[in-house]
């Protein structure tokens, strides 16, 4: 047993030492033409699996930094994304804010600006701003936006107050046509609409596309604010009044920030607005 | 079963060793395998086996055919007769005993090759191949093993010794 254990020892080791001795001993071409011959194939098959084997890792890695990649970049994108509706959203404050302070500057009376931090959109129309008692706003201070009326102020707390929506179905607020100067009121709807009521049948002539402004009676709201333009005018014929509903000027479904107007003046402010004529 | 083992180990070091490589450093795979064969199968496997796999690897990296047949020859040969008497099973001896092996592999491979006027300095050699190869080859032989001993107990079968 041990002698065929060494003996195989020994013929390994001669056949290694014999493959050596042949090769540099420049025979070994010979020899080593022989090895080829058997190894040859062998390589080839050997570098075939090889290349595979190695093809397949390499592939799987690539797949897997490639993957790994795609995830980071869609993180990345992602990120990008959310940046960028932020710069947008406080581009489009800025701009709000821009016009806002324009308008302050140029009304010919006292002013507070606040941010609308809530709203009611069931039966009653109203928002909520942050603006309260403790800077001294009033009941039935109007509220603006750049582009015209809002609402009034119908309940004042301490740090907020609630402005009532032209488009509340228990807003009225006393107006003119710019155009014409016929009076009326407007009146807010349960869907959401306003509309120009009590007009005298008799001169009135007014026209689809007519800038409906406040006519500054009653003292609530200075002369000249813009509500809104005509959008279609409703004749009964044998009625008295006719009425016309209107589109409001401003968007109160997107405001986001309100004047309070705590001053008066007796001053017609149509001309402060920035009314597409 | 033994020949596919030996030649896979043979082929691994090609195939297998470069996606283990840590830096330049690859793994001498058929070395762990030898030495594992030697242990359980004795001096006969693991000087055949030895000299398979050192002669597929002369064969496939194209340099002095022979010597790492040789050299594994020896390193086979010599585990298989004092298998009986190692205690391997833990990684403690392990590390170690598969880092020595592999310097005394390396360090045999030189000694062969300078008799055929090989042309490499011994420092550089051991340094930068030999001996990191040889302290991969001990953490790697452990987790083989460790993985073998740990399959070998969840099968109920005989532990590694």
Known sequence: ???????????????????????????????????????????TVLTKVNRSAVGVWATYLDWKNVRAENHRLRAEVEERQVES?????????????????????????A???????????????????????????????????????????VEVRSGASIVQLLTDPASTVSATVERTRTTGIVEGEPRGTTRFKYMA???????????????????VFPKGIPIGRVRSIFDRGSALFHYATLTPVVDVARIEEVLLLTGQTPQDLVAHFSTDR | ???????????????????????????????????????????????????????????????????????????????????????????LVQIPGLVLLSLAEGLARYLLLQV?????????????????????????????VLTLTTAERLRGGIPWR
């Open chain 1, 1 to 43: 047993m041990r002698i065929r254990q060494f003996g195989l020892l020994v013929a390994a080791l001669g056949v290694c030492l014999l493959l050596l001795t042949l090769q540099t001993r420049g025979e070994g071409t010979t020899a080593g033409q022989l090895v080829g011959f058997v190894t040859t194939p062998l390589q």
């Open chain 1, 85 to 109: 509706l932020r710069a947008r959203d406080v581009e489009a404050e800025n701009g709000r804010l821009r016009r806002l302070l324009a308008l302050r500057d140029r009304l010919p009376l």
């Open chain 1, 111 to 153: 002013t507070i600006a606040g941010e609308v931090i809530g709203r009611e959109w069931g039966w009653a129309r109203s928002l909520v701003v942050n603006r309260g008692r403790a800077d001294s706003v009033l009941r039935m201070t109007p509220a603006i936006a750049p582009e015209g009326l809002v609402g009034r102020v």
């Open chain 1, 201 to 219: 049948r008799d001169g009135a002539a007014i026209q689809v596309g007519d800038l409906i402004v406040t006519s500054g009676l009653g003292g």
């Open chain 2, 1 to 91: 079963m033994l020949a596919l083992l030996i030649f896979g180990g043979g082929l691994a070091q090609t195939t297998l060793a470069p996606a283990l490589r840590i830096g330049n450093v690859t793994p001498d795979i058929p070395l762990i395998l030898v030495v594992l064969l030697a242990l359980r199968r004795g001096p006969e496997v693991g000087c055949l086996s030895g000299f398979a796999t050192g002669f597929l690897q002369d064969t496939a990296a194209g340099g002095f055919i022979g010597a790492q047949a040789l050299t594994k020859t020896l390193i086979g040969f010599f585990i298989g007769q004092l298998g009986g008497r190692l205690w391997v099973r833990e990684p």
């Open chain 2, 116 to 144: 055929f006027h090989f042309p490499g300095a011994f420092g550089d050699l051991m340094l930068y191949i030999v001996l990191p190869q040889s302290i991969y080859n001990g953490f790697l032989g452990a987790v083989v």
